[in-house]
């Protein structure tokens, strides 16, 4: 299977400042890759869909200034979640699909663990 | 509104037994259906996935039962052990000579394998 990285894996930060998530996919190019929000014992909430080279479309309730999508690159997502705040603390997913044989299955990053103190 | 809807939301099965959840959707632009294993602290793996142009796939102690008629597919895990134990999530999506779909994401199942 392709692999999807994300960095940083866990990352604590003060109330207002700003954190910075990327997601790398490693062996194929993905035009669109997937930023996801889960809960504790919850199902994935899909946040915002990030194309490469335009502006990320955004899930209806989900604050596209709060959070900043970036797919700057064929390889490269990043998720900025400006301001944070204690309500932001989750663990938060890329994902990509990779078109390589034509089926577009989609590969899951390890997830990053945001705690916002 | 959940697209996707899962079943049961938990499940106990002893080991060697078979375990089977069920998922059930309504729109019929979907004609893609992956299956997610996750563990906690980690993000969700692929595990098998199907088209409706087959009935069934196997991959290994997985398989996936597909109801075209009925929109209702299903994974069952034969010969279950403790390190199945784990959520598992059905999903689908349309499928398109493109990347752009997002998954709709059932609620999850947990499962549980005793020794």
């Known amino acids: 299977g392709a692999v999807v990285s994300q960095h940083p894996s866990w990352v604590i930060c003060k109330s207002g400042t700003s954190v910075k998530i990327e997601c790398r996919s490693l062996d194929f190019q993905a035009t669109t890759m997937f930023w996801y929000r889960q809960f504790p014992k919850q199902s994935l909430m899909l946040m915002a869909t990030s194309n490469e080279g335009s502006k990320a479309t955004y899930e209806q309730g989900v604050e596209k200034d709060k959070f900043l999508i970036n797919h700057a690159s064929l390889t490269l997502s990043t998720l900025t979640v400006t301001s944070a705040h204690p309500e932001d603390s989750s663990f938060y997913i890329c994902?990509?699909?990779?078109?390589?044989?034509?089926?577009?299955?989609?590969?899951f990053g390890p997830g990053t663990r945001l705690t916002v103190t | 509104q959940q697209q996707v809807k899962q079943s049961p939301q938990s499940l106990i099965v002893q080991k060697g037994g078979i375990s089977i959840i069920n998922c059930a959707y309504e729109n019929t632009a979907f004609d893609y259906f992956p299956w997610y294993q996750q563990f906690p602290g980690k993000g969700p793996a692929l595990l098998i996935a199907i088209r409706p142009d087959v009935s069934e796939k196997k991959e290994g102690r997985f398989t996936i039962s597909f109801n075209k008629s009925a929109k209702q597919f299903s994974l069952h895990i034969m010969d279950s052990q403790p390190g199945d134990s784990a959520t598992y999530f059905c999903?689908?999506?349309?499928?398109?000579?493109?990347?752009?779909?997002?998954?709709?994401f059932g609620k999850g199942t947990s499962l549980l394998v005793t020794p």
């Open positions: 994902s990509a699909r990779d078109p390589r044989g034509g089926t577009y299955e989609q590969y």
């Open positions: 999903a689908a999506s349309p499928y398109a000579s493109n990347s752009g779909y997002a998954l709709n």
